[in-house]
């Protein structure tokens, strides 16, 4: 257990993108993001609503937003997810694209008048709704000198050749089991990789998996000036990667091929709450803040890896047919831990222009040095290190959200948006530490009963990406861009 998450936080610093978009990113940092546009309304905004309410985002923001509802609300999203990865390593460029259809939220939400003469509305409900996605494909090719078995053999030296399985079962101890590194001596004291020269390699990345939450939320206008709201979640997180890295070596040498494959499924479940208020201070406009508790998630790893050679046995020196392939697994590691993310606060302020439409700014923050993990069943590892290296690693972060929706006509409705968000890597972390930036639209119709949105937002996230070791190979800047297409529809009665 220990050396699993010893060797994950390893590939922590050494491999950074932006933004969970990494290969080696623990789960520390991947579901400890979410998306603030959950109806297309507000996304059409760029998800500056906490202060506007009236909208499915409250639940996921400012529960105080329940409040402002004036009738009761059925409301479905349909979303579609657009991503184009483009690697480039030296200048050899691979592009993948990758399209989602799914859900994107349901919410039902009942309003009524209580009996106190000060609480002028009390509207509680439920919804559930994907705050973030996985899905993802990218390639990564090239050439190098140095090998990733290199980085195998830096790491078993000191390590007697019977003991390297069972020392490093999931790395350099199949490396040592398929001929890709051999020991210098019959101790071990160091090893070295039995390739050399230039070599094409190419890795193979496909990531699955979703990240939603069901929420409950209660809210209360108040003096018909202070709107109140409380939220209760339950996330739930499905991920799953597969990874096939390869080495083709020149001819003349003894290990022609080194196929090296990684297999991490991952399933949790989380908790988390919301307190929020929202204050008009004029007619037309309203200023709002939220605070999000940290998320507490239990979370169940199952991770294996894979490697193959192909040797020439003549070469090799070796009792075998010429050109025998050489396959070994590591055994299935299941780990259990739990994940605590960070909390967050978020400010907001928007002003009604008359009949015409209105303007919303929102202001996000969240310190990502929060972020723990502990061990859980029968993981007795205590993460002392990993955590520590979090207050390295991880900042404070900020984003800004910016909205504008104007009325065309009576019911017609034109939107758009900007956010810019902080990367949460600090420069320890070799991050490109550069905001995120995020652009948005959208379309509108609303009546006295019936209502349909349609928005579009675009981001784009560019970061290095380490295959292994910096001192072993230069990093290859990824470029993920990222196209969303959001349809709500929903009724008031």
Same mark, same amino acid.
């Given at each position: 257990?220990?050396?699993?998450?010893?060797?994950?936080?390893?590939?922590?610093?050494?491999?950074?993108?932006?933004?969970?978009?990494?290969?080696?990113?623990?789960?520390?940092?991947?579901?400890?993001?979410?998306?603030?546009? *959950?109806?297309?309304?507000?996304?059409?905004?760029?998800?500056?609503?906490?202060?506007?309410?009236?909208? /499915?985002?409250?639940?996921?923001?400012?529960?105080?937003?329940?409040?402002?509802?004036?009738?009761?609300?059925?409301?479905?999203?349909?979303?579609?997810?657009?991503?184009?990865?483009?690697?480039?390593?030296?200048?050899? %460029?691979?592009?993948?694209?990758?399209?989602?259809?799914? #859900?994107?939220?349901?919410?039902?939400?009942?309003?009524?008048?209580?009996?106190?003469?000060?609480?002028?509305?009390?509207?509680?409900?439920?919804?559930?709704?994907?705050?973030?996605?996985?899905?993802?494909?990218?390639? %990564?090719?090239?050439?190098?000198?140095?090998?990733?078995?290199?980085?195998?053999?830096?790491?078993?030296?000191?390590?007697?050749?019977?003991?390297?399985?069972?020392?490093?079962?999931?790395?350099?101890?199949?490396?040592?089991?398929?001929?890709?590194?051999?020991?210098?001596?019959? !101790?071990?004291?160091?090893?070295?990789?039995?390739?050399?020269?230039?070599?094409?390699?190419?890795?193979?990345?496909?990531?699955?998996?979703?990240?939603?939450? #069901?929420? /409950?939320?209660?809210?209360?206008?108040?003096?018909?000036?202070?709107?109140?709201?409380?939220?209760?979640?339950?996330?739930? #997180?499905?991920?799953?990667?597969?990874?096939?890295?390869?080495?083709?070596?020149?001819? $003349?040498?003894?290990?022609?091929?080194?196929?090296?494959?990684?297999?991490?499924?991952?399933?949790?479940?989380?908790?988390?709450?919301?307190?929020?208020?929202?204050?008009?201070?004029?007619?037309?406009?309203?200023? @709002?803040?939220?605070?999000?508790?940290?998320?507490?998630?239990?979370?169940?790893?199952?991770?294996?890896? $894979?490697?193959?050679?192909?040797?020439?046995?003549?070469?090799?020196?070796?009792?075998?047919?010429?050109?025998? +392939?050489?396959?070994?697994?590591?055994?299935?590691?299941?780990?259990?831990? $739990?994940?605590?993310?960070?909390?967050?606060?978020? *400010?907001? %302020?928007?002003?009604?222009?008359?009949?015409?439409?209105?303007? @919303? /700014?929102?202001?996000?923050?969240?310190?990502?040095?929060?972020?723990?993990?502990?061990?859980?069943?029968?993981?007795?590892?205590?993460?002392?290190?990993?955590?520590?290296?979090?207050?390295?690693?991880?900042?404070?972060?900020?984003? *800004?959200?910016?909205?504008?929706?104007?009325?065309?006509?009576?019911?017609?409705?034109?939107?758009?948006?900007?956010?810019?968000?902080? @990367?949460?890597?600090?420069?320890?972390?070799?991050?490109?530490?550069?905001?995120?930036?995020?652009?948005?639209?959208?379309?509108?119709?609303?009546?006295?009963? *019936?209502?349909?949105?349609?928005?579009? +937002?675009?981001?784009?996230?560019?970061?290095?990406?380490?295959?292994?070791?910096?001192?072993?190979?230069?990093?290859?800047?990824?470029?993920?861009?990222?196209?969303? #297409? !959001? !349809?709500?529809?929903?009724?008031?009665?």
């Amino acid at each position: 257990m220990r050396k699993f998450h010893s060797w994950w936080v390893l590939l922590i610093a050494l491999v950074c993108f932006e933004e969970l978009q990494a290969q080696g990113e623990i789960e520390a940092l991947r579901y400890s993001s979410s998306n603030p546009g *959950l109806s297309a309304r507000s996304m059409g905004m760029s998800g500056a609503y906490s202060s506007l309410g009236a909208d /499915v985002n409250s639940f996921y923001t400012n529960p105080a937003g329940l409040a402002v509802y004036k009738r009761s609300n059925l409301e479905i999203a349909l979303s579609n997810v657009n991503q184009s990865t483009s690697t480039n390593f030296n200048e050899n %460029v691979k592009k993948d694209l990758r399209s989602r259809l799914f #859900i994107g939220n349901l919410a039902f939400v009942k309003t009524q008048k209580p009996r106190s003469s000060r609480f002028t509305n009390l509207s509680y409900g439920i919804a559930t709704a994907k705050t973030n996605h996985f899905y993802q494909n990218f390639t %990564v090719a090239g050439k190098n000198d140095a090998s990733l078995m290199d980085q195998f053999a830096w790491q078993a030296s000191g390590v007697r050749p019977e003991e390297l399985y069972n020392t490093y079962p999931f790395n350099s101890g199949l490396g040592y089991e398929v001929y890709a590194i051999d020991p210098d001596d019959a !101790l071990g004291s160091t090893y070295t990789a039995q390739t050399g020269g230039t070599h094409e390699f190419r890795k193979r990345v496909q990531r699955e998996g979703r990240q939603s939450e #069901i929420a /409950v939320a209660l809210a209360a206008e108040y003096a018909e000036r202070l709107y109140l709201g409380v939220s209760l979640g339950i996330t739930d #997180i499905t991920f799953s990667e597969i990874s096939d890295y390869s080495e083709t070596y020149p001819s $003349t040498d003894k290990v022609k091929s080194v196929t090296f494959s990684e297999d991490l499924s991952t399933a949790g479940t989380g908790y988390v709450a919301r307190l929020g208020a929202i204050y008009r201070v004029h007619d037309k406009i309203r200023v @709002s803040a939220s605070y999000q508790t940290r998320t507490i998630t239990s979370l169940q790893d199952y991770y294996t890896t $894979t490697a193959t050679s192909l040797v020439d046995t003549t070469i090799a020196q070796l009792d075998s047919e010429p050109g025998t +392939s050489f396959n070994i697994t590591s055994p299935e590691l299941v780990a259990e831990y $739990t994940l605590i993310s960070p909390s967050q606060w978020t *400010l907001g %302020v928007s002003a009604i222009v008359g009949k015409m439409g209105l303007f @919303s /700014v929102d202001w996000t923050h969240s310190d990502y040095r929060q972020i723990k993990m502990g061990g859980s069943g029968e993981n007795t590892y205590d993460y002392a290190t990993e955590n520590a290296l979090f207050d390295t690693l991880f900042r404070r972060t900020n984003q *800004l959200r910016a909205g504008l929706e104007v009325r065309i006509r009576s019911t017609y409705y034109a939107r758009a948006g900007f956010s810019a968000r902080q @990367s949460p890597l600090s420069k320890e972390a070799k991050s490109l530490n550069k905001a995120t930036p995020g652009w948005s639209a959208g379309i509108g119709y609303r009546d006295d009963h *019936l209502f349909a949105d349609l928005a579009v +937002s675009s981001t784009r996230e560019t970061g290095s990406y380490y295959l292994y070791d910096p001192a072993l190979i230069n990093a290859a800047t990824i470029r993920n861009s990222i196209l969303h #297409i !959001l !349809l709500s529809v929903g009724v008031r009665f």
